[in-house]
């Protein structure tokens, strides 16, 4: 079975501070995508990645920043977390070209920024 | 990709068959439907998808219709376990296996005892 790990379940920060979350898969996929879901706003793209070291924005990419250096890892960074950045952060990987395209979740980080 | 329109709610019993609604009414000949749902607490999870016929998986079926225009999603035998938001999406891979997906907000099924 696929498998997509994120580093928390449950996160607490203060305003200001840099946070990293993190996300490895392992089933050699290309491509790696962050999420966020907000209630009645549903899921949306902030940045994804289609190789190593390639990225692209999503569709709310402000206020983040990723990194993938190997592979299986793709990591997002809150540069200075803000309160409206509290939310469910999602994290996805699939493989390039394929079909079906299907994309394969983790099971989420709960970001609550104070 | 093409714009999805779900019911926002829907009921079911249980063991009933549970009917989910999508319309795709500007969808490209290239576009496939994909269905996603996601369990409370818990990352999205693929259903099944479709291009032109209707397939069926142990999880589910779907009906495509003849113009491609709206889809259904069908469990058989709902269970308490089938209470979820259930996503369609229509979308074709870009130049270069880029994908983007967008989910909307989809349809929470609850599944009634």
């Known amino acids: 079975d696929v498998k997509v790990t994120q580093s928390s379940r449950y996160l607490v920060k203060r305003t200001g501070e840099k946070v990293f979350l993190e996300c490895v898969q392992d089933?050699?996929?290309?491509?790696m995508f962050w999420y966020r879901q907000d209630p009645g706003l549903g899921l949306r793209l902030i940045y994804f990645?289609?190789?190593?070291?390639?990225?692209e924005k999503g569709d709310i990419p402000e206020g983040y920043s990723v990194s993938r250096e190997k592979k299986e890892r793709f990591s997002l960074i809150l540069e200075s977390a803000s309160t409206n950045q509290t939310s469910m952060y999602l994290c996805?990987?699939?493989?390039?070209?394929?079909?079906?395209?299907?994309?394969?979740f983790g099971a989420g980080t709960r970001l609550s920024v104070l | 990709d093409a714009k999805t329109t779900q019911p926002t709610s829907m009921d079911c019993a249980e063991g009933r068959a549970a009917n989910l609604p999508c319309n795709h009414s500007?969808?490209?000949?290239?576009?496939?439907v994909y269905w996603y749902r996601q369990i409370h607490s818990q990352g999205p999870q693929y259903i099944i998808h479709?291009?032109?016929n209707n397939e069926t998986n142990e999880m589910a079926s779907l009906i495509i219709t003849e113009d491609r225009k709206s889809s259904t999603l069908i469990l058989p035998h709902a269970t308490l376990r089938d209470t979820a938001v259930y996503y369609c999406?229509?979308?074709?891979?870009?130049?270069?296996?880029?994908?983007?997906?967008?989910f909307g907000i989809g349809t929470k099924l609850q599944v009634i005892p």
């Open positions: 996805a990987s699939s493989f390039s070209g394929k079909v079906p395209n299907i994309q394969y």
């Open positions: 089933m050699d996929h290309e491509n």
């Open positions: 479709g291009l032109k």
């Open positions: 990645s289609y190789d190593v070291k390639m990225k």
């Open positions: 999406i229509v979308r074709v891979i870009e130049a270069g296996g880029y994908q983007k997906v967008t």
């Open positions: 500007t969808i490209s000949g290239n576009e496939y």
